[in-house]
């Protein structure tokens, strides 16, 4: 296996509680999209260590904090992506 190089991916499943509303799914959503704008390591994860400075980046404390009440269920995953060769 060849690590890609440069390039974490950071994935996001969510399942949302059943009582949220799909404008508030909606409002969520663009609310996830506007924080590419506001952090920086967000518009291009070369390291894990952007992932963690993201993370603890105060405006996205503030939008997790409402995503998450809202969330039934949610899994996140960061990795490298390799490329396998026969």
């Given at each position: 296996?060849?690590e890609?190089?440069?390039?974490?991916?950071?994935?996001?499943?969510?399942?949302?509680?059943?009582?949220?509303?799909?404008?508030?799914?909606?409002?969520l959503?663009?609310?996830?999209?506007?924080?590419?704008?506001?952090?920086?390591?967000?518009?291009?994860?070369?390291?894990?260590e952007?992932?963690?400075?993201?993370?603890?980046?105060?405006?996205?404390?503030?939008?997790?904090?409402?995503?998450?009440?809202?969330?039934?269920?949610?899994i996140?995953?960061?990795?490298?992506?390799?490329?396998?060769?026969?």
């Amino acid at each position: 296996m060849e690590e890609v190089k440069g390039v974490v991916k950071h994935v996001v499943l969510a399942r949302f509680k059943e009582d949220v509303t799909p404008d508030m799914i909606d409002q969520l959503i663009k609310g996830y999209a506007s924080l590419v704008s506001l952090i920086q390591p967000m518009k291009s994860f070369h390291c894990v260590e952007g992932i963690a400075e993201y993370v603890a980046h105060p405006a996205h404390v503030e939008y997790a904090n409402e995503f998450l009440c809202n969330l039934e269920k949610v899994i996140v995953i960061d990795y490298k992506p390799t490329v396998l060769r026969a």
